[in-house]
C-alpha cells in the first residue's frame, strides 16, 4: 500500500478512511466485530470516536465510563489542539512506522499512540488548575501502558511512540513537532533539583530506543540521540550523539528530518 499522507490531513478525510478500514476488519475478521464496533464503527465523528477511546482506556473502579466520557467530551470540545494534534500523531504512525499500513491501526492497537491521547487529556485539566485530575489519569495510563508521562509536560503534534514501553516525560519537559521517540526512551532529570529540570527537545529529532535525556538541557532541532545513549549536555541542531555520555559522532545532512526518516546511522553520510 502506497504511503500518501498529503491529501488525507483533514480530520474528515481520516475518519473516513477509518470507517472503510473498520469495513473491511469485520467483514475479513467477523470474530473482532464487536471490539471494532466499540472502538470505531458505533461512533458519529472522529471527536466522538476519539473522546471514547481515552474514556475506555481509562475506566476503572474510580471512575466508571460514562463519567469519563463528560471528562473527555469536554476538553476535546474546548481545546482544538487536541484533535489536530491527534490527526498528526495518526500521520506520523502511518507515514514512519513501516508496520502501520492502515490510520485505524493506531486507534486500535498501539499503546504509545494511544498513552498520547490520554496524556492530552491530563494536560488540558493540568493547565486548568484541575491538577489531581490530571495526576490521576497520569496514574491510569502508567498502570495500563507502562508510559510514565507528566501531566505538565509540553508535547507537540506530529510524535511517534513506537512501541512506548517504559517512556518517562518528566514534568518541565518540552518536546517540539515531529519528534519520534522509541521504547524506553527517558526525558527526566538528574536528582533531587526542583524547578525547570527536565529536556527540551526540538522539532524532527529521533530518539532511539533505550535513550536517556537528563537535565534541563536542549537537544536541537533534528537532532539524533543513538540508541542506549546518556545525554547530559546540550546537542546542536542536526548532530547525532552516541555513547555514554553521549558525544557528538555525525551530522545530518539539511534534506533529512531524523524523525521521518528513522535511520539510525551514526552518520548519514556513510553509505
Keep these: 500500500m502506497e504511503k500518501k499522507i498529503n491529501s488525507l490531513n483533514k480530520t474528515s478525510e481520516i475518519w473516513s478512511k477509518i470507517l472503510e478500514e473498520s469495513l473491511e476488519i469485520k467483514k475479513k475478521e467477523p470474530l473482532i466485530s464487536f471490539f471494532v464496533d466499540k472502538k470505531i464503527s458505533i461512533h458519529n465523528s472522529f471527536n466522538e470516536c476519539l473522546s471514547n477511546l481515552v474514556a475506555d482506556n481509562l475506566t476503572s473502579d474510580f471512575l466508571n465510563y460514562n463519567e469519563l466520557r463528560k471528562i473527555t467530551d469536554f476538553a476535546i470540545h474546548n481545546d482544538d489542539k487536541i484533535v489536530v494534534s491527534c490527526i498528526e500523531d495518526i500521520l506520523a504512525n502511518f507515514d514512519r512506522d513501516p508496520a502501520c499500513t492502515r490510520f485505524i491501526n493506531p486507534f486500535l492497537y498501539y499503546k504509545g499512540f494511544q498513552a498520547l491521547q490520554c496524556y492530552r487529556i491530563a494536560n488540558f485539566y493540568f493547565s486548568k488548575g484541575e491538577v489531581d485530575l490530571a495526576y490521576f489519569i497520569q496514574m491510569l495510563v502508567s498502570n495500563k501502558f507502562s508510559v510514565d508521562i507528566h501531566p505538565s509536560a509540553s508535547i507537540g503534534k506530529g510524535i511517534l511512540m513506537d512501541h512506548a514501553h517504559g517512556i518517562v516525560i518528566g514534568e518541565t519537559a518540552r518536546v517540539g513537532d515531529n519528534v519520534s521517540l522509541l521504547h524506553s526512551v527517558t ?36 537532532a539524533k540521540i543513538a540508541s542506549g545513549s546518556v545525554v547530559l549536555t546540550d546537542v546542536p541542531d542536526r548532530k547525532t550523539v552516541a555513547g555514554i555520555p553521549a558525544k557528538i559522532v555525525g551530522e545530518v545532512p539539511e534534506e533529512i528530518l531524523p524523525s521521518k526518516s528513522m535511520d539510525h546511522k551514526l552518520n548519514d553520510n556513510d553509505n
Design 187 to 222: 526525558l527526566g532529570g538528574t536528582g533531587k533539583e526542583e524547578g525547570d529540570r527536565h529536556p527540551k527537545i526540538g522539532n524532527g529529532v529521533l530518539l532511539g530506543a533505550g535513550a536517556k535525556v537528563l537535565g534541563n538541557i536542549n537537544i536541537g532541532h533534528c
